[in-house]
């Protein structure tokens, strides 16, 4: 297998040669931004709202990328010339710099990484199991590396026999750690808006055009879990996959139901996937 190739501040190094320093406030203080997107057949998928995004968050937590969008997809376009990974999930990430006291920000570092990664549609008929858990991330509209609660969590996701966990503030649900959330109620897909990461995905499923089907955001409850008829999650790697059940519980008649089916093959649709 060839070496994989990973730029730092547009230049780029073997993955063994990669490397930051210590005194970087992502490693002291867990401070810095992400975003991720796929590729598909060397094409980046919606590569300008995550764009979008990244510029947003890093205006939000007071850094700067230093370079323009045009300067930003040329350093991409060089990573993946020269990683020859055609399907792939490729992040670039934005940290607070070295600093000398392991507090005070300075020059930004921004890593671009490229891993494999491959579509597998048999995901889909699988579903997952979420379990509820009481939590609201800090500034929920950044895609910030803090993922502490997260990965603290997955031993309790485990022992709830779950593939993943669903917070929710007060009873009033918000999103999965990587995912944004939905339901559907009869003719209406309803996901969270207070206090969420607007992901792209799901961006993209609120803009579909659906017979018969209204596409709503409209917080909704704990309790509300239970009545659903079917559920979901969305993300880049995801698309829409169906949930089964939550904290123990079916939902709908515990299969994946046909209006996230239909939401699913729209989205494949947009990204160029047969």
Known sequence: MNNRYISINHQLYSEEDAKISVSDLSIQRGFGIFDFLKTINNKTIF??????????????????????????????????????????????????????????????????TQVP?????????????????????????????????????????????????????????????????????????????????????????????LEDITLLEQDFNLSDLVKADEAFISSSTKNALPILAIDGKKIGDGKPGEITRKINEHLYQLIGIA
């Not at 991409?76 to 934005?94: A, E, R, T, V, Y």
């Not at 940290?95 to 005070?104: A, H, K, L, V």
């Not at 031993?155 to 009033?172: A, F, M």
Request: hydrophobic share 35%; aromatic share 10%.
């Open 47 to 112: 590569l300008e709202e995550h764009f979008d995004r990244f510029y947003n968050s890093a205006k939000e937590m007071n850094l700067t990328v230093g370079v323009d969008r045009a300067v930003l997809k040329n350093s991409i376009d060089q990573l993946m010339k020269s990683n020859n990974l055609p399907n792939s999930g490729l992040k670039f990430i934005l940290t607070g710099g070295f600093s000398e006291d392991g507090y005070t920000m300075s020059q930004p570092n921004l890593i671009l």
């Open 117 to 209: 990664f491959e579509i597998d549609k048999t995901s889909f008929d699988k579903g997952m199991r979420l379990v509820t858990y009481p939590h609201q991330r800090q500034l929920p509209t950044v895609k910030t590396i803090d993922y502490l609660q997260a990965i603290r969590l997955q031993s309790y996701i485990k022992e709830n026999l779950s593939d993943d966990v669903l917070y929710h503030h007060h009873g009033s649900i918000r999103e999965c750690p990587r995912a944004n959330f939905f339901i559907v109620k009869g003719n209406k897909v309803i996901t969270p808006k207070t206090d969420i990461l607007w992901g792209i995905t799901r961006s993209k499923i609120l803009g579909l055009k």
